[in-house]
Nanobody
Framework: QVQLVESGGGLVQPGGSLRLSCAASESIFSFYAMGWYRQAPGKQRELVATITSGGIANYADSMKERFSISRDNAKNTVYLQMNSLKPEDTAVYYC?????????WGQGTQVTVSS
């Protein structure tokens, strides 16, 4: 079973930055896409950003100016750099990995943006 472990969340002031990490238990080359999603209290889970095995990134329109997704194949890790954070970015952030044989999610990491 694939394991995805997110880290890097926490409490940050508005305007601050965080970098989230998603470490996979096996080679991320096996996934045709990996990504970050988030879910705020009382809201549906939404796309933040995805990245393909070829390194092509895609972002939700509201986040592409402030967030950046990247991957380190040698470390089997995907990152989400978040800058200029706003209170409305407060949510649990989840990592997702997809391949033909399955769709896998991490447990999530809490990001709270508050002064």
């Amino acid at each position: 079973q694939v394991q995805l472990v997110e880290s890097g969340g926490g409490l940050v002031q508005p305007g601050g930055s965080l970098r989230l990490s998603c470490a996979a238990s096996e080679s991320i080359f096996s996934f045709y896409a990996m990504g970050w999603y988030r879910q705020a209290p009382g809201k549906q889970r939404e796309l933040v950003a995805t990245i393909t095995s070829g390194g092509i990134a895609n972002y939700a329109d509201s986040m592409k100016e402030r967030f950046s997704i990247s991957r380190d194949n040698a470390k089997n890790t995907v990152y989400l750099q978040m800058n200029s954070l706003k209170p409305e970015d407060t949510a649990v952030y989840y990592c997702r990995a997809r391949r033909n044989s399955g769709d896998f999610w991490g447990q999530g990491t809490q990001v709270t943006v508050s002064s």
